[in-house]
């Protein structure tokens, strides 16, 4: 049977191409998540280990959606060929469980996480750079500006806060941590 698994890292992404791409190649069962490739527990990929079985096949769209170091890759795969499991990396090809086969996923492997690795220093080199500047903030921006607060807050004075969120759409803890703020 082929089971197929997709994943993206945060709630915003979106899995359907994954998906598509996955249905198409033929899986029968697929799993997917949203959850972050630097876990190793994730809940899903755990489920989908459990349920592989001898002459299954693995499928996924790329090497980085079920690992994210060379070594976690190996282990994964290593374990998947005892059991006698196929994998079938879609932008790759069958891996095979021949010493060639070996060969080339482990450079494979390398690749992957190397480009991870050069992601995660651009990142970090981009938020430095940022940090310079005056007006950077850690962060995701501010959904409200301070007017908007600022007009919640005085609506508090005579209404509840169910009664702002309604009127506002400042939700309650929001309202909460600018009252806060607002005393101190």
């Known amino acids: 049977m082929k089971y197929g698994y997709a994943r993206v890292s945060t709630l915003g992404q979106d899995l359907q191409v994954q998906l598509d791409l996955l249905r198409k190649e033929g899986c029968e069962k697929v799993y997917s998540e949203k959850f972050t490739g630097t876990k190793a527990d994730r809940p899903q990929f755990q489920a989908l280990l459990a349920s592989l079985g001898e002459g299954d096949t693995l499928v996924v769209t790329k090497l980085d959606r079920f690992a994210r ?29 021949t010493p060639t086969g070996r ?3 482990t450079i494979m492997s390398g690749f992957a996480e190397f480009e991870r690795d050069l992601i995660v220093e651009r990142t970090q080199e981009g938020k430095a ?19 908007q607060i600022n007009h919640a807050l005085e609506l508090l004075k005579v ?15 929001t309202l ?5 703020k607002a005393v101190q």
């Open 69 to 97: 170091s060379t070594s976690e890759a190996l282990m994964i795969v290593k374990k998947l060929f005892e059991r006698d499991v196929k994998v079938h990396v879609l932008n790759m090809g069958l891996i095979e469980n």
């Open 129 to 147: 750079i940022a940090r310079q500047r005056e007006d950077y903030r850690e962060g995701r921006p501010n959904k409200f500006t301070k007017r």
């Open 159 to 173: 209404h509840s806060y169910k009664q702002v969120e309604e009127m506002t759409g400042i939700s309650k803890s």
């Open 103 to 105: 060969l080339i996923f």
């Open 176 to 180: 909460i941590r600018a009252k806060r």
